[in-house]
Nanobody, 125 residues
Framework: QVQLVESGGGSVQTGGSLRLSCAAS????????MGWFRQAPGQEREGVAG????????FYADSVKGRFTVSQDKAKNTLYLQMNSLKPEDTGMYYC??????????????????WGQGTQVTVSS
């Protein structure tokens, strides 16, 4: 019904920047909010940032606040995550997710209805 495809991951040094993209297709009118999650090996998947698609309200994990920015291009049905001042602890697989109902709790994995395949981000010292 809804497909999400992430891109833009890669390897950077500490302090570098990356911009991730998430292209949404299908019945996107059904979506209310979207989010970015990340997961390192052996760790739980954690919420990084979220956005209410209609109003544009954004939410961030404390660990990335001030460094990451989530935004959307409604005309292109694309979600972005601009990541600046990257740290080794930002390393992980980054996933784009979307939900049909509400935005709270924005950071909980089980609340989302659709997921992308993920894109790898590696930050080296």
């Amino acid at each position: 019904q809804v497909q999400l495809v992430e891109s833009g991951g890669g390897s950077v040094q500490t302090g570098g920047s990356l911009r991730l993209s998430c292209a949404a297709s299908g019945y996107t009118r059904s979506l209310y909010s979207m989010g970015w999650f990340r997961q390192a090996p052996g760790q739980e998947r954690e919420g990084v940032a979220g956005i209410v698609l209609g109003a544009g309200n954004t939410f961030y994990a404390d660990s990335v606040k001030g460094r990451f920015t989530v935004s959307q291009d409604k005309a292109k049905n694309t979600l972005y995550l601009q990541m600046n001042s990257l740290k080794p602890e930002d390393t992980g697989m980054y996933y784009c997710a979307a939900k049909r109902r509400g935005y709270y709790p924005w950071h909980v994995v089980s609340e989302y209805d659709y997921w992308g395949q993920g894109t790898q981000v590696t930050v080296s010292s």
